[in-house]
Protein backbone atom coordinates (compact mmCIF):
# COMPACT_ATOMS: atom_id res chain seq x y z
CA UNK A 1 0.00 0.00 0.00
CA UNK A 2 1.46 3.39 -0.99
CA UNK A 3 1.57 6.20 1.71
CA UNK A 4 -0.13 8.42 -0.07
CA UNK A 5 -3.29 6.02 -0.13
CA UNK A 6 -2.88 6.51 3.47
CA UNK A 7 -3.18 10.23 3.45
CA UNK A 8 -5.85 11.10 1.20
CA UNK A 9 -7.85 8.62 2.67
CA UNK A 10 -9.42 9.88 5.89
CA UNK A 11 -11.21 7.04 7.22
CA UNK A 12 -8.44 4.59 6.42
CA UNK A 13 -6.10 7.04 8.23
CA UNK A 14 -8.28 6.96 11.48
CA UNK A 15 -8.46 3.14 11.79
CA UNK A 16 -4.83 3.13 11.32
CA UNK A 17 -3.55 5.59 13.92
CA UNK A 18 -6.14 3.81 16.82
CA UNK A 19 -4.76 0.42 15.60
CA UNK A 20 -1.40 1.78 16.22
CA UNK A 21 -1.95 3.71 19.38
CA UNK A 22 -3.89 0.55 20.95
CA UNK A 23 -0.84 -1.48 20.91
CA UNK A 24 0.57 0.97 23.65
CA UNK A 25 -2.15 0.19 25.82
CA UNK A 26 -3.27 -3.30 25.03
CA UNK A 27 0.66 -3.99 25.62
CA UNK A 28 0.62 -1.94 29.46
CA UNK A 29 -2.53 -3.16 30.52
CA UNK A 30 -3.48 -7.13 29.09
CA UNK A 31 -0.90 -9.00 30.42
CA UNK A 32 -2.08 -8.07 33.74
CA UNK A 33 -4.88 -10.05 33.61
CA UNK A 34 -2.57 -12.94 33.10
CA UNK A 35 -0.10 -11.96 35.31
CA UNK A 36 -0.62 -14.14 38.40
CA UNK A 37 1.96 -12.72 40.65
CA UNK A 38 -0.01 -9.20 40.35
CA UNK A 39 -2.38 -9.92 43.30
CA UNK A 40 -0.74 -10.55 47.02
CA UNK A 41 -2.12 -14.03 48.40
CA UNK A 42 -3.41 -12.73 51.96
CA UNK A 43 -5.76 -13.34 54.46
CA UNK A 44 -8.67 -11.40 55.16
CA UNK A 45 -9.59 -9.50 52.09
CA UNK A 46 -13.38 -9.83 51.46
CA UNK A 47 -15.97 -7.29 49.62
CA UNK A 48 -17.28 -5.06 51.07
CA UNK A 49 -20.66 -5.59 53.13
CA UNK A 50 -24.15 -3.56 51.88
CA UNK A 51 -23.46 -1.17 54.26
CA UNK A 52 -19.77 -0.14 53.50
CA UNK A 53 -20.55 -0.62 50.15
CA UNK A 54 -23.33 2.42 50.45
CA UNK A 55 -20.70 4.37 51.92
CA UNK A 56 -18.19 3.75 48.73
CA UNK A 57 -20.51 4.98 46.70
CA UNK A 58 -21.29 8.09 48.57
CA UNK A 59 -17.60 8.18 49.18
CA UNK A 60 -17.24 7.99 44.82
CA UNK A 61 -20.24 10.59 44.76
CA UNK A 62 -18.92 12.89 47.04
CA UNK A 63 -15.67 13.17 44.95
CA UNK A 64 -13.75 12.29 47.73
CA UNK A 65 -11.47 10.56 45.72
CA UNK A 66 -10.11 14.25 44.30
CA UNK A 67 -8.34 15.56 47.27
CA UNK A 68 -7.89 11.56 48.98
CA UNK A 69 -5.71 9.24 47.84
CA UNK A 70 -5.85 5.46 49.17
CA UNK A 71 -2.80 4.12 48.53
CA UNK A 72 0.13 4.32 50.69
CA UNK A 73 3.51 3.66 48.59
CA UNK A 74 6.45 1.44 49.73
CA UNK A 75 8.73 4.53 51.14
CA UNK A 76 9.74 4.87 54.29
CA UNK A 77 8.55 8.20 55.08
CA UNK A 78 4.81 6.87 53.89
CA UNK A 79 5.08 4.01 55.70
CA UNK A 80 6.51 6.25 59.20
CA UNK A 81 3.11 8.52 58.62
CA UNK A 82 0.43 6.23 57.52
CA UNK A 83 1.55 2.41 57.89
CA UNK A 84 1.66 -0.46 55.64
CA UNK A 85 2.21 0.18 52.25
CA UNK A 86 -0.81 -0.44 49.95
CA UNK A 87 -1.59 -4.18 48.18
CA UNK A 88 -2.82 -4.77 45.05
CA UNK A 89 -5.08 -7.45 47.20
CA UNK A 90 -6.47 -4.71 49.52
CA UNK A 91 -8.61 -3.26 46.47
CA UNK A 92 -9.25 -6.64 44.68
CA UNK A 93 -13.11 -6.05 45.11
CA UNK A 94 -12.42 -2.15 44.41
CA UNK A 95 -14.67 -1.16 40.54
CA UNK A 96 -13.11 1.28 40.34
CA UNK A 97 -10.16 1.28 42.63
CA UNK A 98 -9.83 4.48 44.75
CA UNK A 99 -6.18 5.03 44.51
CA UNK A 100 -6.60 8.38 43.53
CA UNK A 101 -3.87 10.72 42.04
CA UNK A 102 -3.89 13.76 44.68
CA UNK A 103 -3.12 14.45 48.21
CA UNK A 104 -5.33 17.67 48.73
CA UNK A 105 -5.79 15.94 51.91
CA UNK A 106 -3.82 12.93 53.94
CA UNK A 107 -3.94 9.68 52.15
CA UNK A 108 -6.78 7.30 53.49
CA UNK A 109 -5.76 4.13 52.80
CA UNK A 110 -5.11 2.90 56.64
CA UNK A 111 -7.97 5.39 57.85
CA UNK A 112 -10.41 2.51 59.34
CA UNK A 113 -10.48 2.69 63.29
CA UNK A 114 -7.50 5.26 63.56
CA UNK A 115 -10.70 7.81 64.66
CA UNK A 116 -13.70 7.27 66.55
CA UNK A 117 -17.52 6.95 64.84
CA UNK A 118 -18.15 10.45 66.58
CA UNK A 119 -14.89 11.93 65.31
CA UNK A 120 -15.90 10.99 61.29
CA UNK A 121 -19.55 12.35 62.35
CA UNK A 122 -18.44 15.32 63.66
CA UNK A 123 -15.51 16.10 61.25
CA UNK A 124 -17.50 15.38 58.15
CA UNK A 125 -20.36 17.84 59.35
CA UNK A 126 -17.30 20.14 59.93
CA UNK A 127 -13.45 19.83 59.62
CA UNK A 128 -12.90 22.92 61.20
CA UNK A 129 -14.28 22.51 64.55
CA UNK A 130 -11.88 19.65 64.66
CA UNK A 131 -8.50 20.56 63.13
CA UNK A 132 -8.86 24.47 62.90
CA UNK A 133 -6.17 24.19 59.88
CA UNK A 134 -8.52 22.07 57.92
CA UNK A 135 -9.17 22.95 54.33
CA UNK A 136 -11.83 20.31 53.84
CA UNK A 137 -15.62 21.03 52.52
CA UNK A 138 -17.74 20.36 55.32
CA UNK A 139 -20.47 17.09 54.40
CA UNK A 140 -23.28 18.08 56.72
CA UNK A 141 -25.85 16.68 54.13
CA UNK A 142 -24.78 13.22 54.81
CA UNK A 143 -26.05 13.37 58.50
CA UNK A 144 -29.90 15.01 57.36
CA UNK A 145 -30.07 12.92 54.46
CA UNK A 146 -31.92 9.78 54.92
CA UNK A 147 -29.50 6.57 53.21
CA UNK A 148 -30.84 5.30 49.90
CA UNK A 149 -31.02 1.97 50.00
CA UNK A 150 -33.72 0.29 48.01
CA UNK A 151 -31.66 -0.87 45.41
CA UNK A 152 -28.84 -2.44 47.70
CA UNK A 153 -29.67 -5.83 46.00
CA UNK A 154 -28.72 -4.79 42.01
CA UNK A 155 -25.83 -2.82 43.51
CA UNK A 156 -24.29 -6.09 44.86
CA UNK A 157 -25.51 -8.17 41.50
CA UNK A 158 -23.64 -5.27 39.44
CA UNK A 159 -20.55 -6.05 41.01
CA UNK A 160 -20.68 -9.67 40.85
CA UNK A 161 -20.92 -9.48 37.36
CA UNK A 162 -17.38 -7.78 37.66
CA UNK A 163 -16.59 -11.16 39.89
CA UNK A 164 -17.20 -9.98 43.51
CA UNK A 165 -18.02 -12.82 45.30
CA UNK A 166 -21.28 -11.38 46.75
CA UNK A 167 -23.28 -15.00 46.74
CA UNK A 168 -26.75 -15.59 45.06
CA UNK A 169 -27.75 -19.36 45.23
CA UNK A 170 -26.61 -21.91 48.00
CA UNK A 171 -23.77 -23.00 46.50
CA UNK A 172 -21.91 -19.32 46.24
CA UNK A 173 -22.72 -19.00 49.71
CA UNK A 174 -21.27 -22.25 50.88
CA UNK A 175 -18.14 -20.98 49.34
CA UNK A 176 -18.32 -17.50 51.25
CA UNK A 177 -19.20 -19.23 54.12
CA UNK A 178 -15.39 -21.22 53.95
CA UNK A 179 -13.77 -18.07 52.80
CA UNK A 180 -14.66 -15.34 54.81
CA UNK A 181 -16.92 -17.27 57.71
CA UNK A 182 -20.47 -17.90 57.93
CA UNK A 183 -21.33 -14.41 59.86
CA UNK A 184 -19.70 -12.51 57.16
CA UNK A 185 -21.23 -14.69 54.23
CA UNK A 186 -24.16 -14.25 55.95
CA UNK A 187 -23.86 -10.30 55.29
CA UNK A 188 -22.53 -11.08 51.19
CA UNK A 189 -25.74 -13.09 50.95
CA UNK A 190 -27.63 -10.82 48.30
CA UNK A 191 -30.99 -11.69 49.05
CA UNK A 192 -29.85 -10.81 52.96
CA UNK A 193 -28.82 -7.65 51.57
CA UNK A 194 -31.56 -5.53 52.89
CA UNK A 195 -32.07 -6.49 56.39
CA UNK A 196 -28.13 -7.02 56.78
CA UNK A 197 -28.01 -3.33 55.85
CA UNK A 198 -30.29 -2.33 57.95
CA UNK A 199 -29.06 -4.28 61.08
CA UNK A 200 -25.47 -3.06 60.73
CA UNK A 201 -26.83 0.40 60.51
CA UNK A 202 -28.58 -0.07 63.45
CA UNK A 203 -25.89 -2.64 65.21
CA UNK A 204 -23.41 0.08 65.88
CA UNK A 205 -23.52 3.80 67.21
CA UNK A 206 -21.89 5.02 63.58
CA UNK A 207 -23.82 8.72 63.17
CA UNK A 208 -25.11 9.62 66.96
CA UNK A 209 -28.50 7.84 65.99
CA UNK A 210 -29.16 4.26 66.13
CA UNK A 211 -32.72 4.63 64.30
CA UNK A 212 -32.61 6.66 61.54
CA UNK A 213 -30.71 5.58 58.64
CA UNK A 214 -28.62 8.42 57.25
CA UNK A 215 -25.93 8.64 54.53
CA UNK A 216 -23.47 9.29 57.37
CA UNK A 217 -23.99 5.27 58.71
CA UNK A 218 -22.41 4.38 55.64
CA UNK A 219 -19.99 6.68 55.21
CA UNK A 220 -18.53 6.38 58.25
CA UNK A 221 -19.12 2.39 58.33
CA UNK A 222 -17.03 2.43 55.14
CA UNK A 223 -14.28 5.01 56.56
CA UNK A 224 -13.86 2.80 59.57
CA UNK A 225 -12.87 -0.69 57.27
CA UNK A 226 -10.39 1.22 55.79
CA UNK A 227 -7.28 -0.59 55.43
CA UNK A 228 -8.14 -3.11 58.60
CA UNK A 229 -8.59 -6.46 56.29
CA UNK A 230 -5.06 -7.68 56.27
CA UNK A 231 -3.42 -8.35 59.31
CA UNK A 232 0.00 -7.58 58.45
CA UNK A 233 1.70 -8.51 61.88
CA UNK A 234 1.46 -11.85 60.38
CA UNK A 235 3.47 -11.49 57.40
CA UNK A 236 7.33 -11.31 56.58
CA UNK A 237 8.19 -8.16 54.64
CA UNK A 238 9.88 -10.55 51.91
CA UNK A 239 6.67 -11.81 51.41
CA UNK A 240 5.14 -9.00 49.74
CA UNK A 241 7.98 -8.40 47.75
CA UNK A 242 8.26 -12.22 46.41
CA UNK A 243 5.48 -10.61 44.18
CA UNK A 244 6.78 -8.14 42.54
CA UNK B 1 10.65 31.66 9.43
CA UNK B 2 13.07 31.83 6.63
CA UNK B 3 12.43 28.79 5.42
CA UNK B 4 8.75 29.84 4.98
CA UNK B 5 9.66 32.39 2.87
CA UNK B 6 7.72 32.17 -0.16
CA UNK B 7 10.22 34.06 -2.29
CA UNK B 8 12.83 31.62 -2.67
CA UNK B 9 10.65 28.24 -2.42
CA UNK B 10 13.58 26.71 -5.26
CA UNK B 11 15.97 26.69 -2.56
CA UNK B 12 14.51 24.86 0.18
CA UNK B 13 14.31 21.04 -0.04
CA UNK B 14 10.48 19.71 0.14
CA UNK B 15 9.53 16.33 1.24
CA UNK B 16 8.77 15.15 -2.77
CA UNK B 17 4.81 14.90 -2.00
CA UNK B 18 2.77 16.85 -4.10
CA UNK B 19 -1.03 17.44 -3.20
CA UNK B 20 -4.09 18.55 -5.50
CA UNK B 21 -0.80 19.32 -8.21
CA UNK B 22 1.34 21.79 -6.39
CA UNK B 23 0.77 21.78 -2.76
CA UNK B 24 4.15 20.86 -1.25
CA UNK B 25 5.36 20.20 2.25
CA UNK B 26 9.35 21.81 3.00
CA UNK B 27 11.23 19.38 4.70
CA UNK B 28 12.87 20.95 7.88
CA UNK B 29 14.29 18.17 9.72
CA UNK B 30 14.83 17.85 13.46
CA UNK B 31 17.83 19.80 15.17
CA UNK B 32 20.71 17.63 15.36
CA UNK B 33 20.82 17.67 19.05
CA UNK B 34 16.74 16.52 19.69
CA UNK B 35 17.38 14.05 17.17
CA UNK B 36 20.77 12.47 18.97
CA UNK B 37 18.51 12.98 22.44
CA UNK B 38 15.90 10.66 21.06
CA UNK B 39 17.98 7.74 19.72
CA UNK B 40 19.66 7.64 23.85
CA UNK B 41 16.56 7.68 25.27
CA UNK B 42 15.73 4.72 23.59
CA UNK B 43 18.89 3.01 24.12
CA UNK B 44 18.42 4.38 27.90
CA UNK B 45 14.83 2.17 27.46
CA UNK B 46 17.01 -0.83 26.80
CA UNK B 47 19.13 -0.60 29.40
CA UNK B 48 16.44 -0.30 31.39
CA UNK B 49 14.37 -3.23 30.50
CA UNK B 50 17.80 -5.33 31.03
CA UNK B 51 17.90 -3.97 34.30
CA UNK B 52 14.74 -3.98 35.84
CA UNK B 53 11.64 -5.51 35.76
CA UNK B 54 9.64 -4.36 32.28
CA UNK B 55 8.32 -6.71 29.75
CA UNK B 56 5.17 -8.91 30.44
CA UNK B 57 6.04 -12.74 29.36
CA UNK B 58 2.53 -14.61 29.06
CA UNK B 59 2.03 -15.60 33.48
CA UNK B 60 5.02 -13.84 34.22
CA UNK B 61 7.71 -11.11 33.49
CA UNK B 62 11.12 -10.09 32.75
CA UNK B 63 12.62 -9.66 36.30
CA UNK B 64 15.30 -7.56 35.42
CA UNK B 65 19.04 -8.17 36.35
CA UNK B 66 19.65 -6.19 38.87
CA UNK B 67 19.81 -7.20 42.34
CA UNK B 68 20.04 -5.24 45.64
CA UNK B 69 21.57 -6.85 49.32
CA UNK B 70 18.66 -6.81 51.91
CA UNK B 71 19.01 -8.25 55.18
CA UNK B 72 17.13 -11.27 55.73
CA UNK B 73 16.85 -13.52 59.01
CA UNK B 74 20.00 -12.27 60.31
CA UNK B 75 21.99 -12.70 57.09
CA UNK B 76 22.85 -10.66 54.10
CA UNK B 77 21.12 -12.03 50.84
CA UNK B 78 20.99 -10.65 47.15
CA UNK B 79 17.01 -10.20 45.91
CA UNK B 80 15.73 -8.97 42.64
CA UNK B 81 15.39 -5.28 42.15
CA UNK B 82 12.08 -4.01 43.08
CA UNK B 83 10.17 -1.54 44.82
CA UNK B 84 9.51 -3.39 47.51
CA UNK B 85 13.00 -4.80 48.68
CA UNK B 86 14.01 -1.35 47.67
CA UNK B 87 11.90 -0.24 50.76
CA UNK B 88 13.32 -3.09 52.58
CA UNK B 89 17.08 -2.03 51.60
CA UNK B 90 15.77 1.65 52.77
CA UNK B 91 14.21 0.66 56.03
CA UNK B 92 17.54 -1.16 57.31
CA UNK B 93 20.11 0.74 55.89
CA UNK B 94 19.12 4.17 55.02
CA UNK B 95 21.24 7.24 56.28
CA UNK B 96 18.39 8.67 58.17
CA UNK B 97 16.96 5.09 59.12
CA UNK B 98 20.26 3.79 60.50
CA UNK B 99 20.27 7.57 62.49
CA UNK B 100 17.17 6.94 63.82
CA UNK B 101 17.79 3.25 64.88
CA UNK B 102 20.51 3.97 67.29
CA UNK B 103 18.05 5.95 69.19
CA UNK B 104 15.04 3.57 68.80
CA UNK B 105 17.59 0.60 70.19
CA UNK B 106 18.37 2.79 72.72
CA UNK B 107 14.74 4.35 73.81
CA UNK B 108 13.78 0.62 73.25
CA UNK B 109 15.60 -0.64 76.08
CA UNK B 110 15.15 2.07 78.66
CA UNK B 111 12.96 2.48 81.66
CA UNK B 112 11.06 5.54 81.65
CA UNK B 113 12.88 6.94 84.30
CA UNK B 114 16.12 6.59 82.22
CA UNK B 115 14.47 8.20 79.18
CA UNK B 116 13.62 11.59 81.16
CA UNK B 117 16.92 11.46 83.05
CA UNK B 118 18.73 11.43 79.63
CA UNK B 119 18.95 14.18 77.89
CA UNK B 120 19.72 12.82 74.10
CA UNK B 121 16.65 10.44 74.35
CA UNK B 122 14.78 13.35 75.62
CA UNK B 123 15.28 15.04 72.96
CA UNK B 124 14.70 11.96 71.01
CA UNK B 125 11.55 11.46 72.52
CA UNK B 126 10.24 14.72 72.12
CA UNK B 127 10.79 15.15 68.42
CA UNK B 128 9.14 11.53 67.23
CA UNK B 129 6.29 12.05 69.87
CA UNK B 130 5.34 15.12 68.20
CA UNK B 131 5.47 13.51 64.85
CA UNK B 132 3.62 10.87 66.60
CA UNK B 133 1.31 13.06 68.15
CA UNK B 134 0.30 14.97 64.88
CA UNK B 135 -0.51 11.89 62.96
CA UNK B 136 -2.28 9.97 65.19
CA UNK B 137 -4.03 12.30 68.57
CA UNK B 138 -3.98 15.80 66.82
CA UNK B 139 -7.27 15.49 64.85
CA UNK B 140 -8.42 14.76 68.19
CA UNK B 141 -6.94 16.08 70.74
CA UNK B 142 -5.67 19.45 68.81
CA UNK B 143 -1.96 19.96 67.49
CA UNK B 144 -1.13 21.39 70.59
CA UNK B 145 -2.58 18.59 73.01
CA UNK B 146 -5.55 21.58 74.31
CA UNK B 147 -8.53 19.34 73.64
CA UNK B 148 -11.69 19.99 72.05
CA UNK B 149 -14.86 20.35 74.08
CA UNK B 150 -16.90 18.09 75.07
CA UNK B 151 -15.95 14.96 73.24
CA UNK B 152 -11.65 15.34 73.63
CA UNK B 153 -10.45 16.19 77.01
CA UNK B 154 -7.00 18.85 77.11
CA UNK B 155 -3.87 17.05 77.41
CA UNK B 156 -2.12 20.43 78.01
CA UNK B 157 -3.25 20.53 81.46
CA UNK B 158 -2.26 18.88 84.85
CA UNK B 159 -5.50 16.80 85.04
CA UNK B 160 -5.74 13.46 84.23
CA UNK B 161 -9.04 11.54 84.14
CA UNK B 162 -7.74 8.16 84.04
CA UNK B 163 -3.86 8.48 85.80
CA UNK B 164 -1.24 10.09 85.17
CA UNK B 165 1.84 7.71 85.75
CA UNK B 166 3.77 6.26 82.72
CA UNK B 167 2.45 3.12 82.36
CA UNK B 168 -1.06 4.55 82.60
CA UNK B 169 -0.54 6.59 79.67
CA UNK B 170 0.93 3.97 77.92
CA UNK B 171 -1.53 1.40 78.47
CA UNK B 172 -4.53 3.41 77.18
CA UNK B 173 -2.43 4.30 74.14
CA UNK B 174 -2.54 0.86 73.46
CA UNK B 175 -5.77 -0.21 74.39
CA UNK B 176 -7.95 2.42 73.93
CA UNK B 177 -10.54 4.01 76.45
CA UNK B 178 -14.34 4.24 76.67
CA UNK B 179 -15.66 6.84 79.15
CA UNK B 180 -18.81 6.42 79.73
CA UNK B 181 -20.74 8.67 82.17
CA UNK B 182 -24.78 7.48 82.31
CA UNK B 183 -27.61 10.24 82.02
CA UNK B 184 -29.63 10.46 84.95
CA UNK B 185 -32.44 11.89 83.29
CA UNK B 186 -34.69 11.24 86.35
CA UNK B 187 -33.39 13.89 88.37
CA UNK B 188 -35.57 16.64 87.17
CA UNK B 189 -36.46 20.59 88.35
CA UNK B 190 -35.66 21.34 91.63
CA UNK B 191 -33.81 18.24 92.88
CA UNK B 192 -31.54 18.51 89.48
CA UNK B 193 -30.89 22.34 89.86
CA UNK B 194 -30.21 21.39 93.78
CA UNK B 195 -27.29 18.71 92.58
CA UNK B 196 -26.05 20.52 90.10
CA UNK B 197 -25.43 23.72 92.81
CA UNK B 198 -23.59 21.17 95.23
CA UNK B 199 -21.55 20.26 92.29
CA UNK B 200 -20.56 23.35 91.10
CA UNK B 201 -19.77 24.14 95.53
CA UNK B 202 -17.90 21.49 95.41
CA UNK B 203 -15.04 23.67 93.62
CA UNK B 204 -15.90 26.64 95.54
CA UNK B 205 -18.19 28.44 93.07
CA UNK B 206 -20.67 30.64 94.89
CA UNK B 207 -23.80 29.04 94.68
CA UNK B 208 -26.76 29.46 96.58
CA UNK B 209 -25.67 27.79 99.14
CA UNK B 210 -28.92 26.28 100.66
CA UNK B 211 -30.10 24.77 97.42
CA UNK B 212 -26.36 23.38 97.60
CA UNK B 213 -27.14 21.50 100.99
CA UNK B 214 -30.25 20.52 99.89
CA UNK B 215 -28.37 18.76 97.13
CA UNK B 216 -25.74 17.03 98.44
CA UNK B 217 -28.34 14.44 99.75
CA UNK B 218 -28.67 13.75 95.99
CA UNK B 219 -24.68 13.33 95.06
CA UNK B 220 -24.60 10.03 96.96
CA UNK B 221 -25.51 8.25 93.58
CA UNK B 222 -22.76 10.28 92.12
CA UNK B 223 -20.18 9.19 94.76
CA UNK B 224 -20.20 6.00 93.23
CA UNK B 225 -17.86 6.69 90.55
CA UNK B 226 -16.70 10.15 91.84
CA UNK B 227 -15.81 9.01 95.52
CA UNK B 228 -17.82 10.44 98.64
CA UNK B 229 -15.51 13.24 98.87
CA UNK B 230 -15.83 13.57 94.93
CA UNK B 231 -12.04 13.74 94.10
CA UNK B 232 -12.95 11.15 91.27
CA UNK B 233 -11.62 7.75 90.98
CA UNK B 234 -8.80 7.33 87.97
CA UNK B 235 -10.05 3.43 87.88
CA UNK B 236 -13.16 4.35 86.22
CA UNK B 237 -11.98 7.60 84.28
CA UNK B 238 -14.41 9.69 86.97
CA UNK B 239 -12.78 13.19 87.36
CA UNK B 240 -12.41 14.79 90.35
CA UNK B 241 -15.45 17.49 90.87
CA UNK B 242 -12.95 19.66 93.23
CA UNK B 243 -10.45 20.93 91.13
CA UNK B 244 -11.90 23.42 88.20
CA UNK B 245 -10.42 21.00 85.91
CA UNK B 246 -13.38 20.46 83.41
CA UNK B 247 -12.91 17.73 80.48
CA UNK B 248 -15.66 18.25 78.68
CA UNK B 249 -18.03 21.60 79.33
CA UNK B 250 -16.43 24.70 79.37
CA UNK B 251 -17.36 26.00 83.16
CA UNK B 252 -14.65 27.99 83.71
CA UNK B 253 -15.15 30.29 80.60
CA UNK B 254 -19.37 30.14 81.30
CA UNK B 255 -20.08 33.61 81.60
CA UNK B 256 -22.69 33.85 84.78
CA UNK B 257 -23.41 30.86 87.48
CA UNK B 258 -27.08 30.22 85.60
CA UNK B 259 -24.62 29.42 83.09
CA UNK B 260 -22.32 27.26 85.12
CA UNK B 261 -25.50 25.48 86.39
CA UNK B 262 -27.57 24.54 82.63
CA UNK B 263 -24.10 22.94 81.63
CA UNK B 264 -23.71 20.72 84.95
CA UNK B 265 -27.62 20.06 84.58
CA UNK B 266 -27.30 18.96 80.90
CA UNK B 267 -24.08 15.97 81.97
CA UNK B 268 -26.41 15.21 84.84
CA UNK B 269 -29.12 14.41 82.71
CA UNK B 270 -27.76 13.49 79.19
CA UNK B 271 -24.49 11.18 80.88
CA UNK B 272 -21.01 11.43 78.70
CA UNK B 273 -20.12 8.81 76.09
CA UNK B 274 -16.61 9.09 75.23
CA UNK B 275 -14.21 6.64 72.88
CA UNK B 276 -10.50 6.72 72.21
CA UNK B 277 -9.09 3.90 69.91
CA UNK B 278 -6.75 1.72 70.51
CA UNK B 279 -3.32 1.98 68.82
CA UNK B 280 -1.90 -1.24 69.67
CA UNK B 281 -2.17 -2.23 66.01
CA UNK B 282 -0.93 1.33 64.31
CA UNK B 283 1.82 2.14 66.45
CA UNK B 284 4.85 -0.01 67.34
CA UNK B 285 5.49 -0.71 71.52
CA UNK B 286 8.64 2.01 70.88
CA UNK B 287 6.75 4.29 69.31
CA UNK B 288 4.21 3.75 72.36
CA UNK B 289 6.77 4.72 74.65
CA UNK B 290 8.07 8.31 73.52
CA UNK B 291 4.58 9.17 72.31
CA UNK B 292 3.63 8.51 76.52
CA UNK B 293 6.88 10.78 77.31
CA UNK B 294 5.50 13.13 75.03
CA UNK B 295 1.96 13.33 76.06
CA UNK B 296 3.07 13.31 79.64
CA UNK B 297 5.62 16.31 79.14
CA UNK B 298 2.44 18.19 77.59
CA UNK B 299 0.84 18.54 80.60
CA UNK B 300 4.51 19.70 81.96
CA UNK B 301 5.49 16.51 83.42
CA UNK B 302 4.27 15.75 86.83
Given at each position: ??????????????V??????????????????????????????????????????????????????????????????????????????????????????????????????????????????????????????L???????????????A?????????????????????????????????N????????????????????????????A??Q?????????????????S?? | ?A??S????????????V??????????????????????????????????????????????????????????????????????????T???????????????????????????????????????????????????????????????????????????????I????????????????????????????????????????????????????????????????????????????????????????A???????????????????????????M????????S???
Amino acid sequence: MKHESVEINAGLLIVLTLAVISIGGLVEIVPLFHIKDTVEEVKGVRPYTPLELRGRDLYVSEGCYACHSQMVRPFRDENLRYGHYSLAAESKYDHPFQWGSKRTGPDIARLGEKYSDQWHTQHLVKPQALVPESIMPPYPWLLKNELMYSDIENRMKALKMTGVPYSLTAEEYQANVTNFGQPMADKLHIPNAKATLEAEAKGRNWDGDKERITQMDAMVAYLQMLGTLVDFKKYEQGYFASFR
Amino acid sequence: MALSSDKKPAQVETTGHVWDGDLREYNNPLPRWWLWAFYASIVFAVVYWIMYPAWPVFKTFTPGVSTLTIEQDGKMVEVPWNSRNLFIQEMQTSPSAVRQREFVDKVSNASFDQILADPSMMAFARSMGSGLFGGNCAACHGQGGQGNLPSYPSLADNDWLWGSSFTTISHDIEKGLKGNMPGFPTIQGAALTDLANHVLSLSGIAVDAASATRGKAGFAVCAACHGAEAKGNPMLGAPNLTDMGWSNIDVVGAPTVDAKRAMIEGVISKGIQRQMPAFTNRLTPVEIKMLTVYVHELSGGK
